[in-house]
């Protein structure tokens, strides 16, 4: 038997384990697995290049727990180390960087998260045991050791009689930790971290019905037919699915199988995906996945974090911020790459190179991906435009590569239900809707109920009238006015229609200019000037007499400011409506030859309430009562 100290010079490095080294010690058990798999994976390379004279078989992890002796068992039948391996693997690799970790992080009660950069990873043990046993038989014809250690500097080594290939971890489970003991605790672990591990893994037994056992079914003499149970058998109860999707090249899949896998990823999700992306490059960096686009609202706060990063199988988190870029973070799936750097700083990972090529990536595999099914079924992608609009509108908004690539895809819809694509927007427009200044005016609605007015208004001048009512839309069309030529955009209740497209000809109007401003005193008297702009407008006769509008750059600047961004302190403005009066309107001719003045501030009042109530500004008490006068008026 071999007693000796662990090559570290600190004694106090124990304690420091088990406070530093993660602030969740639930990640042990996903270390010494990963540490089993990875034995049992370079068990299989020796094997198939012929300097592992063994049989590979069909090895499997087990963890097994036993209660009463406050143990956890993690067992692998990889290829095993000699005493001469554990002495250099356990006892001086691991502890290499102790010192260097000790100077780090033993005044910072922060989680360090530095297991994969000081060989720590099967240290982590120590978080939850107080004492470590390793057995181990090497796949070499010699002897199997037995390391074991109380969580002190010192350790002892001896011979063991185990006879198969493999190594046996036993954790001996603190006071503390027995929670790690449960089995539902164990459960929940293995299918957190260990779900798609490549080895199979073991935890307990279940019972099946006997795949070779047929029941048989007989009659009685009333003809009343009874069919015996089925044969049960008790099976390994293997709780990991080790050849995910991704693992395999997506000519090898059918829709049915991604279909599949998503609900193995998400078994509490009830809707389908709406399409999937399969993410498979091997060069310049190692990657593959799967995303889904699944159906979206217009909500902001959508819940992310629902994309897995893996790392050769073995689950690393769900926030994957800075390796996605963040427009694709409202997706789902799996990232599964060797070369993302684990356990740094996000800002490490934000400047890393490869993380930003990885990104980089993924931008355009969506991209291109889109543009595919745009392509291949556009009325497909039209109905589904409404359900992943709000993503490729934040892509557009935050990824340039993105945007360039959007114009192939992003879909435009008027009110009447037609799609266009940017470009065959601009030529289905551009004769009708372009200004006196030669700018293309693309008329917009954000509710085609509360707008239905003022659409119908520019539909009668030939115009179309796109329906975009997602909430950063202010945010696009600012982006889209400022990255292509001569256009802007315009909701169709900024102004008068003849307004929203200035042609050269403009209406007379029927007032004279004294008309004009006794009008204009008459209307500045009675309508509140807090809430109301009056703007005098000679439109035709036939056109609403009082129109509510409001100011496009307004209106769109404190939009944004609710959606971050938009100019400083506009959010918080008041609302403030032009009142747009048709002077050539047969009522306001009306209202100026009527003499009693209570009359005409009752007409005004009325035509502004109606106005009001056509823009969706009439509501509550102020509705209820404007129903009671018109009741009033038809009895």
């Not at 003499?221 to 080790?242: A, C, F, L, M, R």
């Not at 073995?314 to 963040?326: L, Q, R, S, Y």
């Not at 359900?387 to 114009?407: Q, T």
Request: negative net charge; aromatic residues 10%.
């Amino acid at each position: 038997m071999a007693k000796g100290n662990i090559n570290v010079s600190v004694e106090n490095i124990f304690p420091l384990i088990k406070k530093f080294l993660y602030s969740d010690h639930e990640i042990f058990l996903r270390e010494l697995i990963s540490n089993a798999t990875d034995a049992t994976l370079k068990l299989k390379h020796l094997t198939n290049i012929g300097e592992a004279k063994v049989e590979y078989g069909n090895p499997q992890i087990e963890v097994k727990i036993d209660k009463d002796a406050k143990k956890l068992h993690i067992i692998d039948q990889g290829l095993g180390m000699t005493a001469e391996e554990v002495e250099k693997y356990i006892n001086e690799v691991a502890f290499s960087g102790a010192e260097e970790f000790l100077d780090k992080y033993k005044d910072s009660a922060k989680d360090s998260g530095i297991i994969g950069h000081f060989g720590l990873g099967f240290y982590s043990a120590f978080m939850v045991a107080e004492k470590v046993e390793i057995i181990t038989k090497s796949f070499k014809d010699e002897p199997a050791a037995h390391w074991t250690c109380d969580g002190s500097p010192q350790f002892s080594l001896e011979p063991h009689d185990k006879t198969e290939r493999g190594t046996e971890i036993i954790l001996h489970i603190a006071d503390d930790s027995t929670e790690f003991l449960e089995e539902s605790r164990i459960r929940e672990l293995l299918l957190k971290y260990n779900k798609f591990m490549p080895i199979p893994i073991k935890f307990g037994t279940k019972e099946v019905n006997d795949p070779d056992f047929t029941p048989k079914t007989t009659t009685d003499k009333d003809g009343k037919e009874t069919t015996e149970p089925h044969k049960q058998i008790t099976v390994d109860n293997i709780i990991n699915n080790p050849n995910p999707a991704w693992t395999k090249q997506p000519t090898d899949l059918e829709d049915q199988d991604y279909k599949d896998f998503y609900r193995e990823l998400y078994p509490m999700q009830f809707e389908e995906p709406l399409f999937h992306i399969h993410l498979n490059v091997d060069y310049p960096f190692n990657l593959t996945g799967i995303l889904y686009f699944p159906k979206m609202t217009n909500d902001l706060n959508i819940q992310k974090d629902k994309i897995q990063l893996y790392q050769n199988q073995v689950f690393v988190t769900d926030n994957v911020e800075g390796i996605v870029p963040e427009f694709l973070t409202m997706l789902k799936g799996v990232i599964d790459s060797p070369d993302i750097p684990l356990n740094v700083s996000r800002s490490y990972l934000q400047a890393d190179g490869a993380v930003k090529k990885i990104s980089s990536y993924i931008t355009r595999k969506v991209a291109d991906k889109l543009k595919s099914l745009f392509n291949n079924n556009r009325e497909d992608f039209e109905k589904k435009w409404d359900d992943i609009k709000i993503v490729i509108e934040y892509g557009m908004l935050s990824e340039e590569k993105f945007f360039e690539k959007a114009d192939a895809f992003a879909l435009y819809p008027t009110v009447d239900g037609t799609y266009y694509t940017y470009q065959e927007l601009i030529d289905k427009i551009k004769d009708s809707q372009t200004d006196k200044d030669n700018k293309t005016v693309i008329l917009y609605a954000s509710n085609k109920d509360e707008q239905h007015s003022y659409i119908e208004s520019a539909k009668a001048k030939g115009y179309e009238v796109l329906l975009l009512d997602s909430p950063i839309v202010s945010h696009l069309m600012q982006k889209l006015e400022t990255s292509k030529e001569n256009i802007s955009f315009s909701r169709v209740d900024a102004d008068h229609v003849d307004n929203l497209i200035k042609k050269e000809d403009t209406k007379i109007s029927k007032l004279s200019e004294e008309q004009k401003t006794a009008l204009d005193t008459l209307l500045k008297e009675t309508i509140p000037a807090e809430k109301f702009t009056v703007q005098l407008e000679a439109m035709d006769s036939d056109t609403t007499p009082f129109m509510i509008t409001q100011p496009e750059f307004m209106r769109r600047m404190k939009e944004m400011q609710a959606t971050g961004g938009g100019m400083f302190g506009m959010g918080n403005m008041p609302e403030m409506y032009n009142l747009v009066v048709n002077t050539n309107s047969e009522l306001v001719g009306q209202i100026l030859d009527t003499e009693a003045k209570d009359e005409q501030e009752r007409l005004i009042n009325q035509s502004l309430d109606l106005a009001r109530l056509s823009q969706g500004l009439l509501k509550g008490e102020e509705l209820t009562n404007f129903i009671k006068r018109s009741y009033q008026m038809i009895k």
